[in-house]
């Protein structure tokens, strides 16, 4: 990753020191980003961690202290408490600042930010496509970004200006680009992301229920199927809940569909209908086939890419 010729921001804060802002902050040093950043966290213990890590130039014990003379402010908080963290730093942001937050859900996020910040203060939000099952301030790594995408929601009211620097800011910390409307994004992403964490969930629970993953049975017969969903099931449960709380029409939505679906597939099971399963297999194969002849991941192997049995 080539560093910038020099920084994007003067100044950027980072409120909320979890995953997603330690790995902003290292991959910031890594390209040369910003001028200087500044941290807040909500708790000391988070606070006295991330001054002991060396993560963020300064962290200040109040949040509107970490945004104060802040070019680039960024969010980095459970999408429950984004628009309480806005009321609290408004008072303290600069003219002229961009506001941004990294919350995995945006319609929501935009109607609690938008009514707090002044006039004069740009609110652009983002939600890095890119996460792990880990959280905290000593969770982050610089290259957590790289090659994967970055969503920008603008509209026709976006400031281009702001909007332009924050996509070259994400750029340099590795991402791809692109830019969304808000409603679009958190349908995609119920699709993508959060159905699947919410199946991931009750599928670990299940086993659970069965009393054998503690007995270590599911896991030491378990290939990478089920070991996936332990490692999503493992995600923080207040990012998750705040997620689902607050992308409820589109996870429901596409819930409504998944379950469906799924009790064709248990009925077509219950009645010995394999043409209905090897169909239904048949097109879903094909689909991630797709997705890796369009080079689209790039985390696939390259075995098994071309028998078509
Ligand atoms: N983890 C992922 O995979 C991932 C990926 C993309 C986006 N996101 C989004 O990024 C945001 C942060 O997620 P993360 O994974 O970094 O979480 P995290 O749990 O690692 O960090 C969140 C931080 O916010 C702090 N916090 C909570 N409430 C606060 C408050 N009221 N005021 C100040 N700080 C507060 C927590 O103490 C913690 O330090 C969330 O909105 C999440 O939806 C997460
Ligand atoms: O890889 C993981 O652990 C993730 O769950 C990352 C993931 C995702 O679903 O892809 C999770 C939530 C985010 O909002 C963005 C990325």
Redesign the pocket.
Known sequence: MSAADQPIYGRVALIGLGLIASSMFWGMKRAGLAGEVTGYARSQETRDTARKIGLCDQVFDSAQEAVKDADLVVLCVPVGVMGAVAKDIAPALKPGATVTDVG?VKRQVIDDVSPHLPTGVHFVPA???????HSGPESGFAELFDNRWCLLITDAETDRTAADNLARFWRGLGSNVDEMEADHHDLV?AV??HT??LIAYTMVGVADDLRRVSESEVIKYSASGFRDFT??AA?DPTMWRD?FLNNKDATLEILGRFTEELFALQRAIRQGDGDHLHDYFTRTRAIRRGIIEAGQDTDAPDFGRGSAS
């Open positions: 995995s939600h890095p496509l890119a996460g792990t099952e992403l993508t992301s699947p964490h490692r999503i995600s997620v």
